[in-house]
């Protein structure tokens, strides 16, 4: 009887102790909801000020100086990560913002890593743009040596109050200058979460949102900036005429005719059914506010006015849908990034959320790489390969083989161009006299970097990893990944060689020590501590689809429903969506497409592909250059041989994803590298003399 006493009052002063805790969470909820309503961002609630106190700080930079780095910069998100156009050795990193669980920081320092030094410095300049993050970048098209940035977005720093920007800038990277540019005319309203790309002496913008307090808008609105006679323009398209819907994080690649957009995120309105109450009985409809990952592609054509039109006529613009690519990453995802890279679009990463209930989101995260071929329209998975072990060639045979083949090549069609400029008869191109030397610049020995650490694996699972490409090689930089209540910001840099894909090396990385977090976040893990005997059913009428209005979410929630921050995933698609898709797949063409161009072989590099084919690449020049009236004459021998190059070069690289997979094949067969005996001049010369067995 004691024993069930002394049980009875433990359980008592339990359910007390209990009582008084959910009393204290209780308080502690309504207090941190009130001061949401009342504002307890007001002690920076006027951004305005808080800019223009940015501003002051930052004129009392006197010029543009740049400084080495002891570290690379500050972990960051929603930043823009660009390889220079003007210097083929250096990334430009600008802007992002970073969230410790309870602070927002925003940034606008340009940093430049030195690709080829290993080295970080970082640049103060006094009119450069004030802090953003979720802005826009992209280099001119003709004026190819310049960066181009628009709007963004900065926040209170507990990210109760938003400011959109709308202002334009134009950075030279070689002399490191911004330049505020300032427009006649419309120009595109404030927004973040746009894209930008270029086509010919164009800057082009679309998409995006514009944040209020209560909501979120997705625009799909087009500008084109016309970088010769400082216009914006917003042409007025049809209204039959189809076009992408609103959206924000998507892809935008510029193309030799336009543009070519693909995929984004947006939040559509949709009717659900209310919850039932108490009795059985429906309580009708609302609307809610949807997530929807865009897997539908689109082309703009775009067709320049005549030469002798007024200034300020607008080009002619049309968007053509194109049908979903085919091999389409699965299941859909968002914040998966993607760069440029010769005619096809490099995506990295992503997420994938399946929106289960208010109180728990089950994510799924990809560090999956794809190339996706434009012009063909579909998506090839790429994969890290060990780097096959060299067959030993004994250095004279190496000597008189490869290298004395690529050698006589050369001084062939140095010949034959020689007697073009002299007006000589390709028969007489034997007699030319050539120095090999000629026109040859020196070398530089390269500077010796640190060792980096090389891994046979992708960098760890990420969405919104920031993109770029220098000289065949991809750099990925940064990402966000999510675990529990805690937002991760990867501090990282990585290089893989898109020629070799033999590794991903890591340049450096960084642990996320940043984060603070809420005391609201130790209350969950409190209760998720308790026992499962004390939780108490609830009523059944709760309706469990209830969405918080934007402005009282916390900042972490709001990410969610944005853009750049987070992205939800959703595989939910029209009937109509769907049945294009399922004719997409149907119609697109995966075999190689037969252009009577020579064609790569497996394992064969981009020089031995010229070396072996450089004949057919002179007679395709001559043709090409002659189709535009061009004589071949009025281009110099180095102008004619690097133009020929870049012709096999483009070739190579369209045939990569497919030439790759037969190489995997013949591996997995045990087969090695194939060489041809016509290839091997006198080696393979003499009937069954020197044949392999």
């Known amino acids: 009887m004691a024993k069930d006493k002394k049980a009875n009052a433990g359980k008592k002063a339990k359910l007390a102790e209990k009582k008084q805790k959910q009393e204290k969470k209780a308080q502690k909820k309504e207090k941190a909801k009130a001061s949401k309503l009342d504002g307890s961002d007001a002690e920076d609630v006027d951004l305005d000020a808080v800019l223009a106190e940015y501003k002051k700080a930052q004129e009392e930079f006197v010029k543009v100086t740049e400084t080495v780095s002891e570290e690379p910069p500050k972990a960051r998100s929603s930043s823009t990560f660009l390889a220079s156009p003007s210097n083929s050795n250096q990334l430009l990193l600008f802007g992002g913002e970073t969230w410790n669980g309870a602070l927002a920081s925003f940034y ?122 400082f ?91 194109r049908k979903k690519p085919a091999n389409t990453p699965n299941p859909s995802r968002a914040g998966a990034t993607m760069a440029y890279h010769r005619g096809r679009g490099l995506l990295f990463g992503g997420v994938h959320d ?46 008189v083989g490869r290298r004395g083949r690529a050698q006589a090549n050369e001084e062939e069609l140095l010949k034959q161009l020689a007697a073009l400029q002299a007006g000589s008869s390709l028969d007489d191109a034997d007699d030319m006299e050539v120095d ?30 920031q993109l770029a490409v220098q000289d065949d090689v991809l750099y990925i930089y940064g990402g966000t990944y999510e675990a529990k209540d805690r937002e991760y910001t990867f501090d990282d840099l990585y290089a893989i060689d898109l020629g070799k894909m033999d590794g991903c090396k890591q340049i450096f990385k960084r642990e996320d020590d940043t984060w603070v977090g809420s005391d609201d976040e130790d209350e969950d893990e409190d209760e998720e501590d308790e026992d499962e005997d004390d939780e108490e059913d609830e009523e059944g009428d709760i309706d469990m689809s209830y969405e918080e209005p934007e402005a009282l979410l916390s900042p972490s929630k709001r990410k969610k429903k944005q853009i750049d921050e987070v992205s939800i995933a959703d ?97 997995a067969a045990g087969i090695g590298e194939v060489v041809s005996l016509a290839d091997k001049g006198d080696s393979g010369a003499g009937g069954g003399v020197g044949r392999r067995r």
């Not at 270029?198 to 307090?213: A, C, E, P, R």
């Not at 500077?447 to 650490?453: A, G, L, N, T």
Request: include cysteine.
């Open 108 to 229: 606008n320092d340009l940093n430049i890593y030195y690709t080829d030094r290993d080295e970080w410095h970082c640049v103060t300049s006094p009119n450069a743009p004030l802090p953003r993050s979720g802005h826009a970048w992209c280099r001119g098209g003709n004026q190819k040596d310049s960066v181009f940035l628009f709007g963004g977005e900065f926040s209170s720093p507990k990210q109760g109050t938003f400011y959109h920007y709308n202002d334009f800038w134009r950075l030279e990277p070689g002399s490191r200058e911004w330049t505020r540019i300032e427009v006649k005319g419309k120009s595109p309203p404030a927004r973040s979460g746009h894209r930008m790309t270029y086509y010919k002496n164009y800057i082009i913008l679309f998409g995006g949102f514009q944040d209020t307090s209560n909501q979120t808008k997705y625009l799909n609105d087009l500008w084109l900036y016309d970088t010769q006679n």
């Open 231 to 321: 216009f914006w323009h917003s042409p007025t398209l049809p209204q039959a005429q189809l076009k992408p819907d609103a959206r924000s994080s998507f892809t935008f690649l510029p193309h030799e005719q336009g543009a070519v957009l693909f995929g984004g995120y947006s939040r559509v309105k949709t009717t659900v059914s209310a919850n039932k109450s108490a009795k059985g009985a429906s309580q009708g409809q609302r609307n809610i506010m949807k997530p929807l990952v865009h897997e539908d592609c689109f082309f703009l054509r775009i067709t320049q006015p005549a030469a002798d039109s007024p200034p300020n006529t607008p080009p002619n613009v049309r968007w053509e849908k």
């Open 436 to 465: 090999l030397k000629a026109g040859q610049e020196p070398e530089e020995p390269e500077k010796p970097v640190r060792d980096m650490p090389v891994s046979m694996e992708f960098p760890h699972p990420r969405f919104n990893a």
């Open 354 to 399: 399946v929106e289960q209930s208010e109180e728990g989101m089950e994510s799924e995260f990809f560090n999956q790489l794809y190339a996706w071929n434009i012009e063909r329209n579909r998506f090839f998975p790429l994969a890290l390969r060990k780097a096959r072990t060299q067959k030993k060639v004994p250095p004279q045979e190496q000597r």
């Open 571 to 667: 595989t939910t698609t029209t009937a109509e969506s769907s049945t294009w898709d399922a004719m997409s797949e149907a119609d697109t063409v995966t075999t190689t497409v037969d252009d009577g161009l020579p064609h790569p072989r497996p394992f064969e590099s981009r020089r031995d592909f010229f070396n072996r084919t450089s004949n057919e690449w002179q007679e395709i020049l001559m043709t090409n250059l002659r189709w535009k009236n061009i004589p071949p004459e009025s281009l110099t021998i180095k102008e004619i041989k690097t133009k020929a190059f870049e012709l096999s070069e483009e070739k190579w690289w369209d045939c990569r994803e497919e030439i790759t997979a037969l190489e995997d094949e013949q591996e």
